[in-house]
């Protein structure tokens, strides 16, 4: 990338991540934050870094890729009366979800020292830089972090996430902008389990797609669609590649390309950046980065640019081991317009593309879309050749991973069988060791009763030999008193 910051764009190949080279200053890294787009500027708000989460406002000019800080201003306590109830707190948070709603940036959910007991909206005004909370009412959900929160109309929809007792929730909870009322969506089917720090997208405004994230022991790799309409959930199954199970990762949508990118299992993060394509719910690897990279992290934001009219993929922090504050950027190949639209199977494309089929949806009814009625036309031969290429590629691609896998698995079975080996005869030798020390010691207590047998015995002589002695000693003095009468005697005796 050349010398000339403002020129970034136009050197990029294409779905190849690039690091920007960002000049003097940057925001400190962090992960778990919010992050938004808007007239070229790439938005970051809070986070977490080292355990303390972080209150700052940092924005990222993408034209000459320069950051500066918003200061923030907030009204006094008076004004909140006359003002839409806007309180002087911007509390340091993360976990929250951050979506751009006219001239203002909404902050849902996240977690922090100050967090109340239901979900707060927290707005920044980019005009005027005043930041506050927008009271709502109705049916205000438990508050929460890791949730998702996905933009449809003028309603946003939060699902699951974790709340401050650490309780995995799986409810879908509508926010109306235009009335600031909450709704419990009721649905109906099998909803996705209980669940935080995955992702979300929505498809022709009906479509409401949960991918991913993790339980306190599970990571998933599973796809939901819950139709908006009738409120079910459906589990389709996914085309293509097979990839890794994860959590913390993001997302971002171009039309009906949906890109992930990141996350990991707690072990390992993500190398794949991935790419699902909504209609047919084929998903394909893009491109893959090394172990270690700052794109294979958990907890870091995924946002789209426009600029100089081209659309480019923004991504920023994450934690992989390390906290990142570096920007990435991929600019992805644009959809040829000349390609006719591929289907999931040649029925699928003689029956219009319909939506419900691709997205295995147990229903009879036809839905009343633009995309169904727009594609009711001829189904052209080399359409239904290329799809058939298509499936079989995927197919292929699949069998290969999955042989792959198994050879991997089947390394690592010999591998543990060896070390079984290695560890069942360690532990022979170990026992047959136990039992000399215990023969051994067996041997020892023996000899220490034997000991103390002799001990005793020792003891008893001990007593007949003081007995013996004391004998011995009254009878040489007896000895010696007769000596002395004796020799008395002979001296009487004598002339």
């Avoid at 992050?35 to 809070?46: S, T």
């Avoid at 806007?86 to 709603?101: N, Q």
């Avoid at 994450?318 to 029925?347: C, E, H, L, R």
């Amino acid at each position: 990338m050349g010398s000339d910051n403002s020129n970034w764009h136009s050197e990029l190949e294409y779905d190849q991540w690039v690091a920007l080279p960002v000049a003097g200053p940057r925001p400190s890294a962090r992960y778990k934050h919010g992050a938004v787009i808007v007239d070229e500027k790439l938005y970051i708000v809070g986070g977490s870094r080292n355990g303390r989460q972080l209150a700052d406002v940092q924005a990222l000019d993408l034209r000459n890729l320069s950051w500066s800080t918003i200061k923030l201003k907030t009204q006094s306590h008076a004004d909140n009366v006359n003002n839409g109830g806007l309180l002087d707190v911007f509390p340091a948070t993360s976990g929250h979800s951050t979506i751009k709603w006219g001239n203002k940036l909404l902050l849902l959910g996240g977690l922090s020292k100050e967090t109340s007991d239901n979900v707060t909206v927290r707005f920044i005004d980019l005009e005027s830089q005043v930041t506050g909370v927008m009271e709502a009412t109705g049916k205000i959900p438990v508050a929460r972090g890791g949730q998702s929160v996905t933009l449809v109309g003028s309603k946003l929809i939060m699902f699951g996430g974790e709340d401050k007792h650490r309780q995995l929730l799986n409810d879908v909870n509508v926010l109306d902008l235009e009335t600031m009322i909450w709704n419990v969506a009721e649905t109906t089917k099998t909803p996705p389990a209980p669940r935080c720090d995955h992702t979300a997208a929505v498809h022709v405004d009906r479509y409401f797609l949960i991918y991913g994230g993790g339980s306190h022991s599970t990571f998933f790799s599973d796809l939901h669609v819950l139709d908006l309409e009738t409120l079910e959930w459906s589990q389709p199954q996914i085309q293509g590649n097979l990839v890794s199970p994860r959590a913390g990762h993001a997302g971002v949508s171009i039309d009906e390309k949906w890109f992930i990118v990141g996350g990991g299992d707690s072990k390992s993060g993500a190398l794949e950046t991935l790419v699902l394509n909504k209609s047919t719910l084929v998903l394909s690897v893009l491109t893959s980065v090394e172990r270690n990279d700052p794109l294979a992290s958990e907890g870091l934001t995924l946002s789209s640019a426009l600029v100089n009219g081209e659309q480019f993929l923004v991504a920023f922090g994450g934690y992989n081991g390390n906290y990142n504050n570096k920007v990435f950027v991929m600019k992805p190949k644009p959809k040829d317009s000349k390609q006719p639209k591929i289907f999931k199977s040649s029925a699928a494309a003689a029956a219009a593309a319909s939506v419900t089929a691709a997205y295995a949806l147990a229903k009879s009814e036809s839905l009343d879309l633009p995309a169904v009625e727009n594609s009711k036309a001829k189904v052209n031969i080399s359409v239904e050749i290329g799809t058939i290429k298509e499936e079989k590629k995927a197919l292929e691609s699949s069998i290969a991973w999955v042989k792959a896998e198994k050879s991997t698995l089947k390394a690592k079975l010999d591998e543990l069988n060896e070390t079984h080996t290695d560890l069942s005869k360690e532990l022979h030798s170990v026992q047959g060791q136990l039992a000399a020390e215990k023969s051994r010691c067996a041997d020892l207590e023996t000899q220490i009763s034997e000991l103390q047998t002799k001990l005793s015995s020792m003891q008893s002589i001990e007593e007949k030999v003081q007995a013996l002695r004391s004998q011995k000693s009254a009878f040489d003095n007896n000895n010696s008193v007769q000596r002395q009468s004796y020799s008395g005697s002979w001296r009487w005796m004598a002339p």
